[in-house]
């Protein structure tokens, strides 16, 4: 279910519905998958921005792409057709970042594997961002400014949600991918570092490369494993394993 103001979005086979409270009435809002055999679309839960709900679907004529949804009929389209016919990408790892919803695409393309989009919720306000030689992509978190952290193959970037403001943080140990678990805390973000094998590493950035040091390295030898990340008040806390 994605919650949108008054509206829940509820998704039923290949059929968005909607349902005010207030009117205790449900209406078809878009028939993604419109098929003779009811089908899945498949929908998937990207962010919300504003006050419309970013998800994406499949539709056999274009595959899944990306769609918003004000919560109306008319004001639930699709943002953009990315693959050609019915190949669709993969969109995912979203957050937000300035007024925007950004979110990476899977091309596959053996150029540029990898993309960074930005949406307002519109199909005129979606923009690619940034683009990446690399594939895997993480969105790791908000700062107090309102930019996101996002890491892109063995890179760290900071992005306000626009392609002048998206830039490469050159910190000395790259995030561990895939990213499991990240915490904000006093306007910093901490995240797991290492290879790509194990993350020995706990790392903090206020999203400037001077501002982005180890706090903490497994000592050598150690059997502990990292494993997740979250924060409760003023502390970080860290998951272990053995």
């Known amino acids: 279910m994605m ?7 509820l998704v039923a086979f290949s059929a968005l519905t909607a349902n005010t ?10 028939d993604v998958n419109p098929v003779a055999v009811a089908v899945s679309s ?26 918003a949804s004000d919560g109306t009929p008319s004001g639930t389209v699709l943002l953009r057709e990315f693959g050609t016919g019915a190949n669709g990408v993969t969109a ?31 199909p005129g306000g979606t923009t690619r961002i940034a683009a990446f030689d690399v594939a895997g992509g993480e969105w790791l978190g908000r700062l107090p400014d309102g930019t996101a952290l996002v890491a892109a193959g063995r890179n760290l970037w900071r992005t306000d949600g626009t392609a002048a403001g998206t830039q490469r943080l050159n910190v000395g140990v790259p995030p561990h991918l895939p990213v499991r ?17 194990q993350p020995a590493e706990i790392w903090e950035t206020d999203g400037t490369a001077a501002g982005s040091r180890a706090v903490y390295r497994l000592p050598s030898g150690s059997n502990l494993q990292l494993e997740e ?6 502390r970080v806390l860290v998951a272990t394993s053995s």
């Open 229 to 234: 990340l979250a924060h409760a008040g003023a």
């Open 92 to 122: 995912r790892a979203a957050g937000p970042a300035g007024a925007v919803l950004t979110f990476f695409v899977e091309t596959g393309s053996f150029t540029s594997p990898l993309e960074l989009w930005a949406t307002d919720g519109t």
């Open 42 to 67: 498949q929908p998937a839960y990207l962010g919300s921005v504003g006050p419309r709900a970013v998800f994406t679907a499949v539709d056999p004529a274009t595959g899944r792409e990306p769609y």
């Open 21 to 30: 409270a207030l009117a205790a009435s449900f209406g078809l809002l878009r």
């Open 181 to 197: 678990g990240t915490a904000a805390v006093g306007g910093r973000l901490y995240y797991f570092a290492g290879s790509a094998v």
């Open 3 to 9: 919650r949108l103001g008054p509206y829940a979005i």
